[in-house]
């Protein structure tokens, strides 16, 4: 089971509706698939929020969509937080024809697996992130995000 805390920081998520309901539903979607349990926080923000937290935190001066910040074992059951930027979302959504709510739940169970230890350092931590990332939302009726196109990973 996964709990999580959600905080928005940018109105434009709100076009989405339903965000509890269903970043809750992606989250236990990942958790199921990687047999993981605890609790998680969330922040919906936009790429200058991001760009902060990957320059201060991972010294990459630029936006990304998703980061997660895994929780040391001493902070069990808080597994971690994971930020996601809503320009990212949407651009890349649009470029690669995605509904923004289903793009958003793999951006969630994509930042819940790294939380849980998972990574895509080389071709085969990558082939098993993905495996499970398909397997979760293929479990919430999301379609393959990565069709054929092994080169627009979320990182």
Known sequence: MIEFDLRIDDERW???GGLDANC????E??????AVSGEVSVLLSDNGALHALNKQFRHKDKPTDVLSFPA???EAPFLGDIAISFDLLEEDAGAQGKVLGDHL???LIHGLLHLAGYDHENDTEAAEMEALERKALASIG???P???DRENRPT
């Open 14 to 16: 709100q076009r989405l």
């Open 24 to 27: 809750l539903r992606a989250l």
């Open 29 to 34: 979607a990942g958790g199921a698939a990687c």
């Open 72 to 74: 040391s074992e001493m």
């Open 105 to 107: 739940a793999h951006l």
């Open 142 to 144: 999301i379609d393959d």
């Open 146 to 148: 990565y069709f054929d």
